[in-house]
């Protein structure tokens, strides 16, 4: 079982990025998956859900708007397209199944977010 995010990049505010979530070793189809973030100092953050037909997302407050989660189950592989980034949004992101217990976390990506 293995979760590898990636696209995390420097970016200036109001900027876009794009991550990816590559699943592998469970049925990605079978489970609501979420983003999440952990800013410098501060505890890990739900950020959005979808679920597993990728019929049904939710947000965070503080990303919605701005923020769109997908999935291809296809692929095994789930993204998070985020535009107008702010100085705020700076935080290393996760993936993860929605269930308990959690999959093993990977190493997450980092995104930055500064003039």
């Known amino acids: 079982v293995q979760l590898v995010e990636s696209g995390g990049d420097l970016v200036q505010p109001g900027g876009s990025l794009r991550l990816s979530c590559a699943a592998s070793g469970f049925t990605f189809s079978n489970y609501d998956m979420n983003w999440y973030r952990q800013a410098p100092g501060k505890e890990r953050n739900w950020v959005a859900r979808?679920?597993?037909?990728?019929?049904?997302?939710t947000y965070a407050n503080s990303v919605k708007g701005r923020f769109t989660i997908s999935r291809d189950n296809a692929k095994n592989t789930m993204y998070l397209q985020m535009n107008s980034l702010k100085p705020e949004d700076t935080a290393v992101y996760y993936c993860?199944?929605?269930?308990?217990?959690?999959?093993?976390w990977g190493q997450g990506t980092q995104v930055t977010v500064s003039s």
């Open positions: 979808i679920t597993g037909s990728g019929g049904v997302t």
């Open positions: 993860n199944r929605e269930l308990f217990p959690k999959l093993p």
